[in-house]
């Protein structure tokens, strides 16, 4: 029993750690979305993996796309982005809102997205934007996951 609880902390952590990197690699716009790639030299179709419907940037990925807006809205949050933000200040303002459950349940909502742009992109599978979605309740029912994530 204590070994499996040592295994969820563990696991708990790591996913803490990867939501944290990656929400800094976000704020610094160093995530291989097309367009960072496309500056590296790899030359991809740049069109949306979740949309098709815009250069994929990541400011367009998660807060102009329409995948990852219905995410938001349909999500437990019903979250709707706000207009004319940048992602820094977008992240800013989601981080001091106060609402530690609501930041918590945001940044894996982004994760999610960019995991769902991950399995279209690289392995043909598009995701269900309800199951993207749903990771929200899993928050709400284990909010001592990520506890440590804004610490
Ligand atoms: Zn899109």
Known sequence: METMLGS????????????????????????????NLRKKGILL?????????????ALHLFMD???A??????????????ENMDICNWLRSMLVCGDFLSAQILSSL?????????MQL?????C??????????FNLRNPEANRFLFS
């Open 8 to 35: 969820c902390l563990i696991i708990g952590s790591l996913t803490v750690l990867v939501l944290r990197s990656f929400l800094w690699r976000l704020a610094k716009n160093i995530l291989p979305t097309k367009d």
């Open 45 to 57: 179709d740049e069109t949306c993996s979740l949309c098709n419907s815009a250069p994929e940037t």
């Open 65 to 67: 796309c329409a995948f």
């Open 69 to 82: 807006r219905q995410v938001f809205s349909s999500s437990v949050l019903s979250y709707h982005i706000l």
């Open 110 to 118: 982004i994760h999610k997205v960019w995991t769902a742009r991950n």
């Open 122 to 126: 690289y392995q043909q599978k598009a």
């Open 128 to 137: 269900s934007l309800l199951a993207v979605a749903s990771v929200a309740e």
